[in-house]
């Protein structure tokens, strides 16, 4: 019978799957997800091949899994920091700003782009995760709209160019260089959306 770890079946499952998920992150980082296997993930994570099974029927199920808790996580953590913040342009640079600190993993893997090896059917569920993200920008560009601090626009294609814009960028990781570029971000796609004023609201 396997070793159990944590004080119970549910934690022993959860520890298991953050392992999992923490492999497959691993591995991306180095090579593409198309020349990954199950067994590569089981032995990176440290866990017995059929491990992996009773969890995930196979490698694009675990990426779905992945996917799902990142955004989760980064969705709460992004609202705890527009939490008490009102202005749309204030908004705006937070939202830039976390998504700076946020490694995307289809710009994590080297090889082929992740949506020319994954089915129509992953592919589809990973457009639904990138949605909750989304839906966040887009209540921050509407109200912006609302409040006359970003002129009349068509939202949706709006954010889809903004997260096109942050999602290609690079930042480096020097800290003087990382704050230029990020303040270098900011004040572009300020002036995409047309805001009203570029300087700092007072806090």
């Known amino acids: 019978m396997p070793k159990i770890i944590g004080k119970s079946l549910h934690e022993h499952r959860q520890m298991t799957r953050q392992k999992l998920f923490t492999a497959l992150s691993t591995l991306m ?28 029927h196979d490698k694009e199920a675990l990426l779905l899994g992945f996917i799902t808790h990142e955004t989760e996580q980064y969705a709460h953590t992004l609202e705890r920091a527009l939490d008490g913040i009102d202005h749309p342009v204030e ?38 995760h990138a949605e909750i993200v989304e839906s966040i920008l887009r209540r921050i560009i509407t109200q ?24 290609g960028r690079l930042i480096p990781d020097e800290p003087a260089a990382r ?11 300020l002036r995409a959306v047309g805001a009203r004023a570029l300087e700092r609201v007072p806090a």
């Open 29 to 56: 980082a180095e090579r593409g997800f198309d020349t990954i296997t199950l067994a590569d993930i089981a032995e990176a994570a440290g866990v017995g091949r059929t491990a992996v099974y009773n969890h995930f």
């Open 91 to 128: 908004q705006l640079r937070t939202y830039i700003r976390q998504q700076a600190q946020l490694t995307r993993v289809f710009h994590l893997a080297p090889g082929p782009d992740l949506r020319t090896v994954l089915s129509r059917a992953t592919q589809a569920r990973l457009r639904e």
């Open 144 to 167: 912006g709209i609302d409040t006359g601090i970003f002129p009349p626009q068509d939202v949706e294609p709006t954010v889809h160019l903004v997260n096109a814009c942050l999602s």
């Open 179 to 189: 704050e230029r570029t990020i303040r270098a971000t900011e004040t572009f796609v």
